[in-house]
C-alpha cells in the first residue's frame, strides 16, 4: 500500500487557505466613485471610500430622509437598484454637469418660483463642500459629503424636472370644477434625469419655450403693473399663469376653440391662428364685486378649492353636434331657485316663456292647478323649454360631452355682450355670434345651410346636425396671456378667486 499522505508544505497551505479565504471575503472593494473624486477634487481621502460602507451608509440616510421627500418610493427604487451607490456624482460631477445644475435651480426666479422649493441652499453648501479640504478630513466626513451631495442633488434634480415639464402643483387635485386631462410625473419621466448621459443638456431640453411662456418671463423680469394692480400682486399674476401654461393641457390640434373665461372671449384656433373671435358670457363667479386684488387664499385649508355652483367648469371635450332651435332641459337647482318662484308670482309665466311641465314623465297639461308654493316643487316637477324666441339657449347650442352638463349656445339676452363683466350664466357659455361659429365648424355646405334655415324658421322645429369632424373645445382660465391676434399681453380680472387659490397652493407646495 502506497504512502498517500500529503507534503507537509501543502498540509500547512491547506490549513492556511481558510484563512486565507476569510481574508478575501473580509477585504471590502475600493468605491470607484471615491476614486474618481479623488482626481476630480484633489481630496485624496476620497481614495480610502470602502463601496460597501458607502452602499450601507447611503441606505441608512436615504431611510432616514424618505419622509421629506418628494418622491421616496421612486428615489428608493433608483437606489435599490444601483445597490445604492451614488449615481448623478459619478455621472456628472467631472464634467461639471452638477455644477451646471445647481446654476440652473438657482435662476429658477425666472420662472416664477422659489429656489428654496428645490433646495437651492443645501445643493450650492454639498457641492461646496464636496471640493473642501478644510469640511473633508476624516473619512466619516467624506462619506457624508458625498452621501449629502448625492441625495440633495437627487431631490433639486428631479424636483426642478417634474416642475419644468408638468407644473409645481396639480390643478386636479386643487380645483374642484377642473375636468382637462394634464400630464403628470411617472417613474417614466422621474429615471431620465439618472438615464441621461449630459444633465446640463437634458435640464435645456425641458425648459417651457412656447412664445406664451417666454413672453411672460420678459413681463415677470421687467417688474410691471398691470392695470389696477400693484407690481406685487402683478408679479403674482403672471406666476399662476406661467405654472398654468406648465400644465400642457392643450394638445396643439390643426383646429380647436379656445374660451378664455376670464377674458369673456371664445375664440377659433387653427393653424396657431385665430381665425373667428367673440363675446362670450360666463357662469357667474364667487368674485361678485370683481375685486382686483390677489389676496392669501385660506379657506380653512381644504384641500381642493370648492366652486360656486355657477361657474363655468375648466374642460377640454370634442364638439361632435350642434342642436338647432334647442330644448332646454331645465336643471334641477334652476327649477327649484328660480322657475318655481316665477310661476308662483306669475300665473301665465310657463305658458308666456313656452316652458312645458312633466309629472314622472307625464306632460301636466293644466299647469294653473299646481301649488307652486309647495317647498319641493321644483325636484317633484321636471321642466322643458320648447324652441322659440323665448328659449334660453337661443336657436343653437353646441354639444360635447362633459360632466357638469354644459354648453356653448346662443342666447335671446343680447344686452348682456356689451357689459364689461360678462359673468352673468348659470355655466353655460353664451355666445355673441353662434351662426358664425357654425360657419367656421362645419364650412359651407348643405348642412351649414340646413342650419342657417333651421335658425331663421317661424316655426322653430329642435333638430341634431352632427359635424362631419369633431372640433376639441377647451374651456380654460387664464388670467394674463398673449394675445394670439396683436401679439399683445394681456390681463383679465380674477372672477372666480383662482388666481389666488392657486398662488396659496405653490406658495405650499
Same mark, same amino acid.
Given at each position: 500500500m502506497k504512502n498517500t499522505q500529503l507534503p507537509k508544505h501543502l498540509i500547512s497551505l491547506l490549513m492556511l487557505l481558510p484563512l486565507l479565504l476569510l481574508f478575501e471575503a473580509c477585504r471590502k472593494p475600493k468605491s470607484e466613485t471615491g476614486a474618481e473624486l479623488a482626481k476630480v477634487t484633489g481630496i485624496k481621502l476620497y481614495k480610502d471610500l470602502d463601496a460597501e460602507v458607502l452602499s450601507d451608509k447611503l441606505k441608512a440616510v436615504l431611510n432616514k430622509r424618505a419622509k421629506s421627500m418628494s418622491n421616496p418610493k421612486f428615489t428608493q427604487q433608483i437606489y435599490e437598484q444601483a445597490d445604492y451607490q451614488p449615481l448623478?456624482?459619478?455621472?456628472?460631477?467631472?464634467?461639471?454637469?452638477?455644477?451646471k445644475a445647481a446654476k440652473k435651480i438657482n435662476a429658477v426666479k425666472e420662472h416664477g418660483l422659489s429656489p428654496e422649493k428645490f433646495q437651492a441652499a443645501k445643493l450650492n453648501a454639498a457641492l461646496a463642500k464636496i471640493y473642501s479640504k478644510k469640511e473633508v478630513n476624516t473619512l466619516d466626513q467624506a462619506y457624508d459629503a458625498v452621501i449629502d451631495l448625492e441625495l440633495i442633488a437627487s431631490g433639486a434634480i428631479t424636483d426642478y424636472a417634474a416642475a419644468m415639464q408638468y407644473g409645481v402643483v396639480s390643478p386636479r387635485k386643487i380645483f374642484a370644477q377642473f375636468y382637462t386631462k394634464v400630464l403628470r410625473p411617472d417613474s417614466l419621466s422621474f429615471i431620465k434625469p439618472y438615464q441621461t448621459r449630459n444633465i446640463s443638456a437634458f435640464l435645456d431640453s425641458i425648459q417651457p419655450s412656447s412664445e406664451a411662456?417666454?413672453?411672460?418671463?420678459? =413681463?415677470?423680469?421687467?417688474?410691471?403693473? =398691470?392695470?389696477?394692480h400693484s407690481t406685487e400682486e402683478t408679479r403674482r399674476i403672471i406666476v399662476v399663469n406661467m405654472e398654468r401654461l406648465r400644465w400642457h393641457t392643450a394638445q396643439q390640434e390643426d383646429k380647436y376653440v379656445w374660451v378664455n373665461i376670464p377674458a369673456f372671449e371664445l375664440q377659433v384656433i387653427e393653424k396657431q391662428k385665430p381665425v373667428l373671435s367673440m363675446k362670450v358670457c360666463v357662469g357667474e363667479g364667487r368674485n361678485t364685486g370683481q375685486a382686483t386684488s390677489l389676496i392669501e387664499y385660506d379657506e380653512?385649508?381644504?384641500?381642493k378649492d370648492r366652486a360656486f355652483n355657477r361657474e363655468t367648469p375648466q374642460l377640454k371635450s370634442m364638439i361632435h353636434s350642434v342642436q338647432v332651435n334647442p330644448v332646454w332641459n331645465i336643471p334641477e337647482s334652476i327649477a327649484s331657485n328660480e322657475i318655481v318662484k316665477y310661476a308662483t308670482q306669475d300665473r301665465y309665466y310657463l305658458s308666456n316663456k313656452n316652458i312645458d311641465v312633466f309629472y314622472k314623465g307625464k306632460k301636466v297639461e293644466d299647469t294653473e292647478t299646481i301649488d307652486w308654493s309647495a317647498p319641493d316643487a321644483g325636484k317633484t316637477y321636471t321642466f322643458k323649454q320648447q324652441p +322659440?324666441?323665448?328659449?334660453?339657449? +337661443?336657436? *343653437?347650442?353646441?354639444?360635447?360631452?362633459?360632466?357638469s352638463s354644459v354648453y356653448l349656445h346662443d342666447t335671446p339676452a343680447k344686452a348682456a355682450f356689451n357689459l364689461a363683466v360678462r359673468a352673468v350664466s348659470h355655466g353655460c357659455v353664451r355666445l355673441e355670434k353662434p351662426l358664425e361659429l357654425a360657419r367656421v365648424l362645419f364650412g359651407p355646405g348643405e348642412k351649414f345651410d340646413k342650419i342657417r334655415e333651421g335658425m331663421q324658421s317661424k316655426?322653430?322645429?329642435?333638430?341634431? *346636425?352632427?359635424?362631419?369632424?369633431?372640433?376639441?373645445?377647451?374651456? =380654460?382660465?387664464?388670467?394674463c396671456w398673449k394675445d394670439s391676434g396683436s401679439g399683445k399681453l394681456m390681463f383679465?380680472?380674477?372672477?372666480?378667486?383662482?388666481?389666488?387659490?392657486?398662488?396659496t397652493h405653490l406658495n405650499k407646495a
Open positions: 448623478l456624482i459619478a455621472k456628472f460631477l467631472s464634467d461639471s454637469g452638477l455644477v411662456y417666454k413672453m411672460l418671463q420678459t =413681463a415677470l423680469s421687467q417688474n410691471i403693473a =398691470a392695470p389696477g380653512n385649508d381644504l384641500k +322659440g324666441a323665448d328659449n334660453s339657449l +337661443g336657436k *343653437i347650442k353646441f354639444l360635447f360631452n362633459n360632466q316655426n322653430p322645429k329642435a333638430e341634431n *346636425i352632427s359635424l362631419p369632424k369633431q372640433v376639441a373645445v377647451y374651456l =380654460a382660465y387664464f388670467t383679465a380680472n380674477d372672477i372666480y378667486g383662482q388666481d389666488a387659490v392657486l398662488y
